[in-house]
């Protein structure tokens, strides 16, 4: 049963992600007068890490993203045992809040799914800014790894109690901050598969990076982070809902 509830905790979070960030640049993004624009979006994603962290930290580690558990595995935070199960969650978590988005942006008159984008990630022709296929991998390579490297730290046993999803949400705000332009950014294969399954087409054909480039960055965040810090003895332990 408390394996069920953390898979829960995890498909609740990860909707929220998804449907509250790509929500805030499918439907709110885009109004001259009224929109929130590029750093509204970028907020907007830090928010959904940072009150689900509170919600449902104490529950399931609150990791909401594929390349999180990946990373916290390689760093040494959570057990190899429970990687598969928490990124199914994430997964179906990023599905479900694709699809309620995808329900309330059609309810609007003219509403085109696949020329809106759909929030969609890319590179080349499908990049905001025209970034080509390697700056696109590199860019979301590094920033993973980054991302990583401030969740490691923020919920390390050392680290001022109860700031983590601060600091882990303002590091997703900055994220988007630098790579919007770059590749809508992901950093979170499960927030791309969502929005990828209902545009189709060049968004499933260019989903892969956003699963490769984000699972080596995360990876590579968690094992740099368990080498320039190691967390005492005493504080390692299997039980995710530790972390945050």
């Given at each position: 049963?408390?394996?069920?509830?953390?898979?829960?905790?995890?498909?609740?979070?990860?909707?929220?992600?998804?449907?509250?960030?790509?929500?805030?640049?499918?439907?709110?993004a885009g109004f001259p007068e009224l929109g929130i624009g590029f750093a509204g979006v970028s907020l907007a994603f830090g928010l959904t890490v940072l009150t689900m962290a509170y919600a449902i930290g104490h529950v399931s580690g609150c990791h909401l993203n594929p390349a999180v558990t990946v990373g916290l595995a390689a760093g040494g935070r959570f057990p190899a045992s429970g990687v598969l199960p928490y990124i199914i969650a994430q997964v179906l978590g990023g599905i479900l809040g694709a699809f309620v988005l995808y329900v309330i942006a059609s309810g609007a008159p003219?509403?085109?799914?696949?020329?809106?984008?759909?929030?969609?990630?890319?590179?080349?022709?499908?990049?905001?800014?025209?970034?080509?296929?390697?700056?696109a991998f590199i860019a979301e390579v590094v920033l993973t790894a980054g991302f990583l490297f401030v969740i490691m730290g923020a919920t390390h046993g050392r680290a001022p109690v109860q700031f983590a999803p601060i600091a882990i949400g303002l590091a997703l705000t900055l994220i988007h901050l630098i790579s919007i332009p770059v590749t809508n950014t992901s950093v979170n294969p499960a927030r791309?598969?969502?929005?990828?399954?209902?545009?189709?087409?060049?968004?499933?054909?260019q989903l892969w990076m956003f699963w490769v480039a984000p699972l080596i960055g995360g990876a590579?965040?968690?094992?740099l982070y368990r080498?320039?810090?190691?967390?005492?003895?005493?504080d390692v332990v299997g039980d995710p809902s530790h972390q945050r």
């Amino acid at each position: 049963m408390e394996n069920t509830r953390k898979l829960a905790a995890e498909l609740i979070g990860t909707f929220w992600l998804t449907f509250g960030g790509c929500g805030s640049a499918v439907l709110a993004a885009g109004f001259p007068e009224l929109g929130i624009g590029f750093a509204g979006v970028s907020l907007a994603f830090g928010l959904t890490v940072l009150t689900m962290a509170y919600a449902i930290g104490h529950v399931s580690g609150c990791h909401l993203n594929p390349a999180v558990t990946v990373g916290l595995a390689a760093g040494g935070r959570f057990p190899a045992s429970g990687v598969l199960p928490y990124i199914i969650a994430q997964v179906l978590g990023g599905i479900l809040g694709a699809f309620v988005l995808y329900v309330i942006a059609s309810g609007a008159p003219g509403f085109d799914l696949v020329a809106s984008g759909f929030a969609a990630n890319g590179y080349g022709a499908h990049s905001p800014g025209g970034y080509s296929a390697g700056a696109a991998f590199i860019a979301e390579v590094v920033l993973t790894a980054g991302f990583l490297f401030v969740i490691m730290g923020a919920t390390h046993g050392r680290a001022p109690v109860q700031f983590a999803p601060i600091a882990i949400g303002l590091a997703l705000t900055l994220i988007h901050l630098i790579s919007i332009p770059v590749t809508n950014t992901s950093v979170n294969p499960a927030r791309s598969t969502g929005p990828a399954l209902f545009v189709g087409g060049w968004a499933l054909a260019q989903l892969w990076m956003f699963w490769v480039a984000p699972l080596i960055g995360g990876a590579a965040g968690g094992l740099l982070y368990r080498w320039i810090s190691p967390m005492p003895q005493q504080d390692v332990v299997g039980d995710p809902s530790h972390q945050r």
